[in-house]
């Protein structure tokens, strides 16, 4: 019976390839602890990649609500000069 010779591994190496299947493993673990932080990550992602538009701030809502009170107004007045 003849043996096969196995290559000799020097301890870095040993080390090298526990590092590398410590990583292997790490890439199938799921960050993520339940389905609804998986989605949050998901629009949180979409939402900086600007899928759902620009972001609206509380000055262009107050804006619009006080040009829309002015137009309203002026209706208003309209109707009661006429």
């Known amino acids: 019976m ?3 010779p196995t290559p000799v591994r020097s301890r870095s190496d040993a080390l090298t390839l526990k590092v590398d299947v410590e ?3 790490l ?3 799921c960050p993520f602890s339940s ?6 990550a998901i629009i949180q992602a979409r939402r900086e990649a600007g899928v759902y538009g620009p972001k609206r701030t509380r000055r262009n809502v107050l804006l619009g609500i006080a040009g829309f009170g002015a137009a ?3 209706i208003a007045l309209a ?3 006429i």
């Open 79 to 81: 109707f009661v000069l």
């Open 23 to 25: 990583r292997a493993g």
């Open 35 to 40: 389905s609804a932080e998986f989605e949050a």
């Open 2 to 4: 003849m043996q096969i």
């Open 72 to 74: 309203a107004t002026l």
């Open 27 to 29: 890439a199938w673990a």
